[in-house]
């Protein structure tokens, strides 16, 4: 995922408009939304201050929005076993995260 989609994406977790956000930056809408579309490159001077505007770090502005992924794989084994689920989480924030709240679940399970 490029830089765009991540802009497109942390966009539509605020209120702001393409507008909005071109006249955060001083720059023309057209500019901003061909970002998004990844019809041009962002230019470098204005990385910092989306991040900024987005509330997250620089890198995030670059890093895929995949912080998560699941596979459920079954497979007909003869010895009844059910399957097999894999958990492909790419970043130690989320691994925390997610243990939480598996243990959470399996507490919550044993009551």
């Known amino acids: 995922m490029g830089v765009g989609n991540n802009l497109k994406r942390l966009r539509g977790k605020t209120k702001y408009s393409n507008q909005d956000i071109a006249d955060l930056l001083g720059i023309d809408r057209n500019t901003y939304a ?33 912080k998560l992924e699941i596979s459920n794989n079954t497979f007909d084994n003869k010895d009844n076993s059910v399957g097999l689920i894999i958990f ?11 243990n939480s709240k598996l243990e959470d679940l399996i507490n919550s399970l044993k009551k």
């Open 34 to 66: 061909n970002w998004e579309s990844e019809t041009t490159d962002v230019k470098s001077q204005y990385i910092p201050k989306l991040a900024e505007i987005f509330d997250v770090k620089i890198q995030d502005l670059f890093d895929s929005e995949r």
């Open 88 to 98: 492909n989480i790419s970043d130690k924030e989320s691994v925390d995260k997610f």
